[in-house]
């Protein structure tokens, strides 16, 4: 189904199987030669929003953004940089809401840095929470760095000039190598719950599995090549879930409870990894894309991310998501056309 493509990616790849796993000889590097890795062109962004407004309660919304920001380094420190940028809003019920409620918006801004096969070598959040009611309004800064030091990541969290530091270790997978750096790619593989849940008397939800910055499409089509390289349908993939701090104002946290959770390396395993199987079905037409339909290959994922398309650029155009938790009705995400904007 699948043909290669002479994509940079594929040239490392196929000069480490021909000289065993040596580095191509050192040349000076220049943008030029890298301006299109895992399916973007140097420069390019793709803007994704959650719909349709009818499966979602009053307030809500949400949108994704990634762009192919810059190259940098040479030979095994080659770098690619992308930046993502995300923003949500909800309409929360608790004390300090009166009748009408407090909504509850959040933005963040991400640099990932990944290594010439996706592995995330670096990953910065910035974060800004607002909560605006009747009674009460609150707004604080956050931000989260994980650095890959070789074996696990460090997470760094500062928090209105409070730090923290936690050691992540890497769940176990057969395709991943932490020597050379392969096998680990960026992604949240699963419907947003955090989303559009009730919240209890006085704690807003909070997204405990992961920060939805990461539920970004265009992170998941950075896997797409992958399959194109080696000629195959079906693959299993073992992802990275980044989190910053979760969506709970600072002034309503529990900070013991959350460092103690942090500190527990056992469940972060579970909470920053995810494996999820991906396997191209058939290819569709009249996939609707707002007031267009276009055609794309349907592809099934394990897990609650259901299916999502993926169009002839090899572009994730839109996911599927599990039905909304209090609406219960079918909700997605999907890529908006430069028109659109």
């Known amino acids: 189904m699948f043909l290669a493509r002479p994509t940079p990616i594929l040239t490392l790849v196929i000069w480490s199987l021909v000289t ?41 919304h949400g949108m994704w953004s990634i762009r192919f920001a810059d190259v940098a380094g040479e030979g095994e420190d080659l770098r690619f940089i992308f930046n993502l940028e995300h923003e949500r809003s909800e309409l929360i019920r608790d004390m300090f809401g009166g009748l009408s409620g ?69 769940a176990k997978n057969k395709d991943l190598n932490l020597e050379s750096r392969t096998g680990l790619y960026t992604f949240l593989p699963s419907a947003l719950r955090c989303m559009g849940q009730p919240a209890m008397i006085g ?14 499409p265009g992170l998941l089509s950075i896997v797409i090549p992958v399959l194109r390289e080696e000629k195959v349908n079906k693959r299993e993939f073992l992802f990275f879930k980044p989190a910053g701090v979760g969506t709970m104002p600072a002034g309503l946290m529990d900070m013991s409870g959350w460092v103690r959770r942090e500190r527990d390396t056992q469940r972060s395993i579970s909470r920053y990894f995810d494996k999820m199987t991906i396997e191209f079905e058939a290819y569709e037409e009249g996939v609707e894309m707002g007031v267009r339909t276009v055609s794309a290959w349907r592809v099934e ?20 998501l599990d039905p909304h938790p209090r609406t219960n009705q079918k909700r997605w995400i999907r890529m908006l056309y430069p028109s659109e904007y």
């Open 102 to 170: 407090r909504l509850q918006t959040i933005r963040v801004e991400s640099v990932l840095t990944l290594n010439a096969f996706g592995f995330p070598l670096r990953v910065v959040m910035s974060e800004q929470h607002e909560v605006a009611g009747e009674r009460r309004t609150e707004s604080d800064m956050r931000t989260t760095i994980f650095t890959f030091d070789g074996e696990r990541y460090t997470k760094a969290v500062r928090i209105e000039g409070r730090e923290w530091r936690f050691p992540i270790s890497i």
């Open 203 to 216: 704690r807003p939800r909070r997204c405990e599995e992961g920060d939805i910055t990461f539920a970004n």
């Open 301 to 320: 994922a394990s897990g609650s991310m259901r299916k999502f398309w993926v169009d002839a650029e090899d572009r994730v155009i839109k996911v599927e």
């Open 20 to 60: 065993g796993g040596a580095t191509p000889p050192a040349a000076p590097v220049t943008k030029a030669q890298y301006s299109e890795v895992f399916g973007y062109q140097l420069g390019e962004e793709r803007h994704y929003i959650l719909e349709p407004d009818k499966a979602l309660r009053p307030g809500e």
